[in-house]
């Protein structure tokens, strides 16, 4: 059974640009959370996807946003890029919002210069 | 809000040894779950053990335990018989048992084990 995918894993983009995340979910599963993790920071909640429907939001500006497919897949992005936004994104899935096992993708690492 | 606190920044144990990694946390609610997760260089979150707050028994995984006191909101993992590829930084994280998926994590322990 395959992971938690997410693409690309390395990616540069130069401020004031957008970026576009994607994470592929373990088959079956249907919740898809999204996390950003910095040495300052460290891991921070940004939301997470049900059934194509955003169940919860952390606290990020609205330059950050989502959406999930209907086939579970889910897509991050990130406009007007800031160089604070250089981070390693994660995203995890789980067969459900409730289920108690969250699987995380290895993520994608973001360089904003 | 919830929050989760590691104190240990880095930690190093010998090979074969035992090591304690401490959390704390914060929170008003009666029902939720905690979590080890374990990142090894390859960033890859990985799952290393949960509990559950209505469960008065602590967890075990093969080598790894918890000391789980409710009333004192803390949360250790024991790593007994440590192995190289233990090394990793490791996360305590929450989460409510009501609403969505969202994890609370720490701040991480480096945890270095030496041949």
């Known amino acids: 059974k395959a992971g938690v995918t997410q693409t690309p894993r390395y990616l540069i983009k130069t401020r004031g640009q957008q970026v576009t995340l994607s994470c592929s979910p373990i088959?079956?599963?249907?919740?898809v959370s999204w996390y950003q993790q910095t040495p300052g920071q460290g891991l921070q909640f940004l939301f997470e996807?049900?059934?194509?429907?955003?169940?919860n939001k952390g606290n990020f500006p609205g330059r950050f946003s989502g959406r999930q497919f209907s086939n579970s897949r889910s897509e991050m992005n990130v406009s007007t890029l800031e160089l604070g936004d250089s981070a390693l994104y994660l995203c995890?899935?789980?067969?459900?919002?409730?289920?108690?096992?969250?699987?995380f993708g290895q993520g994608t690492r973001l360089t904003v210069v | 809000a919830q929050t989760v606190t590691q104190s240990q920044p880095e930690m190093s144990v010998q090979e074969a040894e035992t090591v304690t990694l401490s959390c704390t946390y914060d929170?008003?609610?009666?029902?939720?779950?905690l979590f080890w997760y374990k990142q090894p260089p390859s960033r890859q979150m990985i799952l290393v053990i949960r509990?559950?707050?209505?469960?008065?028994q602590n967890a075990t995984e093969n080598r790894f335990s918890v000391n789980f006191q409710k009333a004192a909101k803390s949360f250790s993992l024991k790593i007994s018989d440590s192995q190289l590829g233990d090394a990793a930084m490791y996360f305590c994280?929450?989460?409510?048992?009501?609403?969505?998926?969202?994890?609370?994590f720490g701040q991480g322990t480096r945890l270095t084990i030496n041949p």
């Open positions: 994280a929450y989460r409510s048992a009501k609403g969505a998926q969202k994890l609370v």
């Open positions: 929170t008003s609610e009666s029902d939720y779950y």
């Open positions: 088959s079956g599963h249907r919740s």
């Open positions: 995890a899935s789980s067969y459900t919002s409730g289920n108690t096992e969250a699987f």
């Open positions: 509990q559950e707050a209505y469960k008065q």
């Open positions: 996807y049900f059934s194509e429907t955003q169940r």
